[in-house]
């Protein structure tokens, strides 16, 4: 089993607080995020925004591997997935997520691609972490 990990640092309240967002590879180390990125178009990223690079980026090489179990290779795939969060029941959450990607594939028909692109949707695995169980370990330090 593969484990990777993100780490975020939250302080204050929600509209004016500030928050820190780091991963494992340190490919962002203390980033910032906060409401005003979110729900304002202010500075700093926002969990949408960070689950949509994970997902395309999947996506991705999720494409890359279904192509070459047919014999084929892409010279270049671009992906891009939209992550929309709405007003639902009372609070908000992440309704939908909507994969675009531009391929370029030697040799390879439409049918051929459009096949391999489907499956893909929902067969990598950030697609499938969308309708996942979520757990939880919580403890309260004071």
């Not at 969060?85 to 609070?91: A, F």
Request: proline share 3%.
């Amino acid at each position: 089993m593969i484990k990777k990990y993100g780490t975020a640092n939250w302080q204050g309240a929600l509209k004016d607080g500030i928050g820190k967002v780091s991963t494992e590879t340190a490919a962002l180390t203390d980033h910032p995020y906060g409401f005003t990125a979110r729900f304002e178009g202010g500075k700093g990223t926002n969990p949408e925004e960070l689950v949509g690079a994970a997902h395309a980026a999947c996506f991705a090489m999720a494409l890359s591997m279904g192509l070459g179990e047919k014999g084929f290779t892409a010279d270049n795939i671009d992906a891009k997935s939209t992550i929309s969060l709405e007003q639902k029941d009372g609070g908000f959450a992440v309704t939908k997520a909507h994969i675009e990607v531009t391929a370029t594939i030697p040799d390879i028909s439409e049918a051929e691609f459009m096949e391999i692109a489907k499956a893909t949707e929902t067969g990598c695995p950030i697609s499938k972490l969308l309708t996942a169980e979520i757990s939880l370990d919580a403890k309260l330090v004071s």
